[in-house]
C-alpha cells in the first residue's frame, strides 16, 4: 500500500481518502428516504428549488409511490455538485 501512496501526487490521495471517508460514512449512515418537506429541512432549500432540480433531472427522485421521495445520498450528492 506505501508503494502505492508514493506514486500518487497529493491531489490523487486527497481524491482517494475522500473516496473512501463517502463509503465510510455510507456504512455508518446509511441512505434515508425523504420526503419533500425532510429534503428542504435536510438541505435548507426551498420547495421550488428541489422540484425545479428534480424535474431537471439534476436531482434524483422517486415518484413511484405518487409522493416525491428522494435518498439522503442523492441529495448530498447534488448539494456538493457531483
Do not use: C, F
Amino acid at each position: 500500500m506505501g508503494e502505492i501512496l508514493h506514486q500518487l501526487n497529493e491531489s490523487q490521495i486527497l481524491i482517494k481518502l475522500s473516496e473512501l471517508i463517502h463509503q465510510i460514512e455510507k456504512i455508518v449512515h446509511p441512505p434515508v428516504w425523504l420526503d419533500i418537506k425532510k429534503a428542504i429541512q435536510y438541505s435548507s432549500l426551498s420547495n421550488s428549488t428541489l422540484k425545479r432540480a428534480i424535474r431537471r433531472g439534476n436531482l434524483k427522485a422517486s415518484k413511484v409511490s405518487g409522493k416525491i421521495l428522494i435518498k439522503s445520498d442523492w441529495l448530498d450528492q447534488y448539494l456538493i455538485g457531483k
